[in-house]
């Protein structure tokens, strides 16, 4: 009897087909819940903001310390460009000094001191909170600035949305 059953189909094909098949209500729910995590994936990464950076190539001007005792130092910078007025007090910037070659020597990190304009020139004053006389990259280089020294400073200028930058880049 067992040998007429291995033989044999019980079922005919398209019967077998049918229970080969998952109940529909597991289907919908399935796409249903794909679709839901598709919405909170894109609702977590609208929520995560990029900086929008603004890359400034400029002179040293001057440097100024506060004291042996106090903390920071005053780096004012010319920049060749009409007045910016994405740059406030208080933005987040990063000195970056070039070596030979145009090979970056590293970065002292600072924010917006002020910003005024002279004529077709506009000064950039930056602060660098760090003890002493020395100019220190973020793994303890030191950083050797001279008047007259091309650096380029990248300036945090504001937030935007994933999904707008996505946007921007797209329409493009």
Partial sequence: MAE???????????????????????????????????????????????????????????????????????LVFSLNMPPQHRLLHGNRALVCVFGGNAVSAGGAEASVDSVWSDGHVTWLALHVAQRGDELRTRDNKVLSLSKGMPVSIDVVTGQEKVLISMFRKILR
């Fill in 4 to 74: 007429l059953k291995s033989r044999y189909e019980v079922r005919s094909h398209e019967v077998q087909e049918v229970m080969n098949r998952p109940p529909h209500f597991v289907v919908s729910w399935g796409n249903t819940m794909i679709v839901l995590a598709i919405v909170a994936a894109m609702i977590l990464i609208n929520n995560i903001r990029l900086e929008i950076k603004e890359q400034l190539p400029a002179v040293l001007a001057s440097r100024y310390s506060d004291g042996p005792s106090a903390v920071g130092q005053r």
